[in-house]
């Protein structure tokens, strides 16, 4: 089929060359799976609001959680281009 795919390609008939593509796919590149999450014996996942918390509390609940969650730095600069808009 690649090989099929490529001689399409290569003569710039990409109509067919797409066709084998799109056939060969399923054999070449997994399907993601659909997952649904849920909390406790299937109910909504529960959340806290940790807004109200005083920064002493916050500090508290870090030095606990924190290492948990790995080396990241939450007070270091984005450097992977997500987060506050503009940036």
């Known amino acids: 089929m690649l090989t099929a ?14 066709s084998i593509a799109k056939d060969a796919a399923p054999y070449m590149h997994p399907r993601l799976a659909s997952m649904q999450h849920t909390g406790r014996n299937g109910g909504p996942i529960q959340t806290v609001d940790l807004t109200k918390l005083s920064g002493d509390e916050l ?19 984005d450097q992977g281009g997500e987060g506050e808009a503009g940036g």
């Not at 795919?5 to 797409?18: I, S, T």
């Not at 500090?59 to 600069?77: N, R, V």
């Open 5 to 18: 795919m490529r001689e399409h390609a290569a003569a710039k008939r990409w109509d067919e060359a797409a």
């Open 59 to 77: 500090a508290q609940l870090e030095s606990i959680f924190g290492p948990l969650a790995g080396s990241g730095d939450d007070d270091a600069p």
